[in-house]
């Protein structure tokens, strides 16, 4: 009976491997294709909040490097501008 198992165990083990590949295969297929309209809706308004957040920042670096007569006159232009 060991004679057997010892045979048979490096080819159990192979129909394992094999099957843990397969599935993992059809398991990212399945997640691949899970994405759905939401998740793209999501995205794109994740996507706006970021360009929002970068154009803010760089309007902050600019007046963090700028001189005070730049600043000032940067800051009533903000005023001036209607909020977003």
């Not at 159990?12 to 759905?36: C, D, F, H, P, T």
């Not at 600019?62 to 730049?70: E, G, I, Q, S, Y």
Request: aromatic content about 2%.
């Amino acid at each position: 009976m060991e004679g057997v198992i010892a045979v048979a165990a490096p080819f159990v083990m192979i129909v394992a491997i094999v099957y843990l590949v397969q599935n993992g295969k059809s398991r990212r297929a399945e997640l691949s294709r899970g994405r759905s309209r939401e998740d793209d809706v999501v995205a794109a308004s994740m996507q706006q909040q970021i360009d929002k957040l970068t154009d803010r920042i760089a309007v902050l670096e600019r007046l963090v490097t700028d001189d005070d007569r730049r600043l000032s006159r940067e800051i009533d232009r903000l005023r001036e501008r209607p909020p977003v």
